[in-house]
Structures are given as structure tokens and as C-alpha cells.
């Protein structure tokens, strides 16, 4: 592990702070599917062990939160809505065209519909 990210692992957890608080259970569930923190997803980076998570989190937010595409853009580090639009856009074109990456999809959407039907108490 690079310097940086381990100096990103270590620091304070974010708060988000938007209109649907399932927000933060997304980033924290798909952080978790791909090994990642929370912080790590919101780096401004193009690696590839980072750049597909946060598309994965930002497809699932816009999916299955109320949140407005520039709403989501500032929770996912200051980016711009045609941003999450874009990654939205892209991982719906990965999940047609490639079956490992749709599978882990799948596995990611089961989780986050657990969280919503059986909720934390």
C-alpha cells in the first residue's frame, strides 16, 4: 500500500451530509465489498482499484437513493453531476457487456437491499 492511501485509511470517517441518508450505507457496503475505506472512494484519483468502486457506489446511489445527480456529485468529493452521470452511464455499459462484473454487482445490489428491508435498530 502507497503512502498516501494509508495515510487516507487512517484518517476520520466522512459525514455526509444529503437529502437521503442511505447515501452513506451505499458508499460504506460497496467500500466494504471492494476492500476499500470510505475515504478511499472519495480520492480524486484515476487508479483502477479506486475509480471502479466509487462508479459502483455512484450507479448504486443514483439508483436507489432520492439524491439529484449534483447532490451526489458533492458527496463524491466536489465532482461535477455529468461526473456521476458518466460513471451512471458506464458501469450500466460494464454490467451488459462484461458477466464478472455484473455478478459483483448483483451481490453488491442484494446487500444494499438488505439494508433497506431490514434496517438497523
Avoid: N, Q
Avoid at 27 to 43: C, N
Wanted: glycine share 4%; hydrophobic share 45%; charged share 30%.
Amino acid at each position: 500500500m502507497s503512502v498516501a492511501l494509508a495515510e487516507i485509511r487512517s484518517a476520520a470517517p466522512l459525514r455526509y451530509k444529503v437529502s437521503d441518508p442511505f447515501v452513506a450505507d451505499v458508499i460504506a457496503t460497496v467500500a466494504a465489498e471492494f476492500g476499500l475505506s470510505e475515504r478511499e472512494m472519495m480520492v480524486h484519483s484515476r487508479d483502477h482499484r479506486l475509480w471502479k468502486p466509487r462508479m459502483a457506489a455512484m450507479y448504486y446511489a443514483r439508483l436507489l437513493t432520492s439524491c439529484s445527480l449534483p447532490e451526489l456529485g458533492r458527496v463524491f468529493g466536489g465532482r461535477s453531476h455529468t461526473t456521476v452521470l458518466r460513471a451512471f452511464r458506464r458501469c450500466r455499459e460494464m454490467i451488459d457487456s462484461d458477466e464478472v462484473w455484473a455478478g459483483r454487482m448483483d451481490r453488491l445490489l442484494v446487500k444494499l437491499v438488505e439494508k433497506i428491508v431490514a434496517p438497523k435498530m
